[in-house]
């Protein structure tokens, strides 16, 4: 049973391009999650969402960021006109259902640079 | 609205030491909580989770945490460090909308 894939492990991209990263879940799970994480500030919420359906988006920023979720295919995270604030480690999971406390499965990450 | 505390984001202990990682939570319905794992340039790896059908959870790789109610805490536990065990420690509440906030994180140095 494969795990969360994501890719591309690492990307780089100039100011002003944009970045989009990928996420297939494990199998049978059909909730998506992705969290930025910033040297010693731990994982910030981003976005949940479940087959074309987002579910709380609360912590997307207002501006450039845009989660999908088709489908079919993989989730992405689109950040358009990407500024140096942007760089981060990048992590999707993923769980079975929408049942509280379900325990998510994590990617083993995107990590952003922007130069 | 849920929130977790972890206190200290440097711990370093001897190898061999009892390793206590502490995390406080804030909830207003009953949680479920859950250490992860992190290792350099890797994802995040479930150590354990509290589920409210027992008090003292045991996890993988020797690790345990005990859910206190009264202290609001979940404190991570480990009787003897090992050089492996130098990790970065994330402790989490689930949400009743079924999101998982998590701390700020703990990174554990193990002392020669």
């Known amino acids: 049973n494969a795990g969360v894939m994501q890719n591309p492990r690492h990307l780089v991209r100039r100011r002003g391009q944009e970045a989009r990263l990928r996420c297939s879940p494990m199998k049978g799970h059909s909730h998506v999650y992705w969290y930025r994480q910033l040297p010693e500030e731990g994982l910030k919420f981003m976005v949940y969402l479940q087959k074309e359906n987002i579910i709380d988006e609360s912590g997307m920023p207002k501006e450039r960021f845009s989660a999908e979720f088709p489908k079919e295919g993989p989730s992405i995270l689109r950040i358009q006109q990407v500024v140096r604030g942007d760089s981060a480690a990048y992590f999707c999971a993923s769980s079975p259902g929408q049942l509280f406390g379900n325990t998510i499965y994590f990617g083993e990450g995107s990590w952003l640079t922007v130069v | 609205a849920q929130s977790v505390t972890q206190l200290g984001s440097h711990v370093s202990v001897s190898e061999g030491a009892l390793v206590l990682l502490r995390c406080n939570y804030s909830?207003?319905?009953?949680?479920?909580l859950f250490w992860y794992v992190q290792y350099p340039n890797q994802g995040l790896q479930l150590l354990l989770k509290?589920?409210?059908?027992?008090?003292l959870v045991k996890g993988i790789n020797g690790f345990e945490a005990e859910f206190k109610k009264s202290e609001t805490s979940f404190h991570l536990t480990k009787p003897s460090a090992h050089m492996s065990d130098a990790a970065e420690y994330f402790c989490?509440?689930?949400?009743?909308?079924?999101?998982?906030?998590f701390g700020k994180g703990t990174r554990l140095h193990i002392l020669p």
């Open positions: 509290y589920t409210s059908a027992a008090t």
């Open positions: 989490a509440v689930s949400a009743r909308d079924d999101k998982i906030i």
């Open positions: 909830s207003s319905v009953p949680p479920y």
